[in-house]
């Protein structure tokens, strides 16, 4: 079982920044793709960055002012953003993934205020 702890969110002015992080238990985590989605009131939740095998993937909305990073001998993985507008207020989920199987946090909150 894998457990993941996300922790970072906060309220922000636009055009500030913030650093997700999300650790993870289980020394399998080196072996997952990591991802960060978000889900905003009303709409479903989206896929923000993953990392995995060195490589990554941002959404279009994203890409430029967020940085996903992992540490997996912390077994922990970061989203760095900056610029952030108010479309980015969501809850942010860390999600592990191995198909068949994904694992979920429990979402930390990102308010940004314009």
């Known amino acids: 079982q894998v457990q993941l702890m996300e922790s970072g969110g906060g309220l922000v002015q636009a055009g500030g920044s913030l650093r997700l992080s999300c650790a993870a238990s289980g020394s399998i985590f080196g072996n997952y793709l990591m991802a960060w989605y978000r889900q905003a009131p009303g709409k479903q939740r989206e896929l923000v960055a993953f990392?995995?095998?060195?490589?990554?993937y941002y959404a279009n909305s994203v890409k430029g002012r967020f940085t996903i990073s992992r540490d997996n001998a912390k077994n922990t993985v970061n989203l760095r953003m900056n610029s952030l507008k108010p479309e980015d207020t969501a809850i942010y989920y860390c999600?592990?993934?191995?198909?068949?199987?994904?694992?979920w946090g429990q979402g930390t909150q990102v308010t940004v205020s314009s």
């Open positions: 999600s592990a993934q191995r198909s068949p199987t994904t694992y």
């Open positions: 990392i995995s095998d060195g490589s990554t």
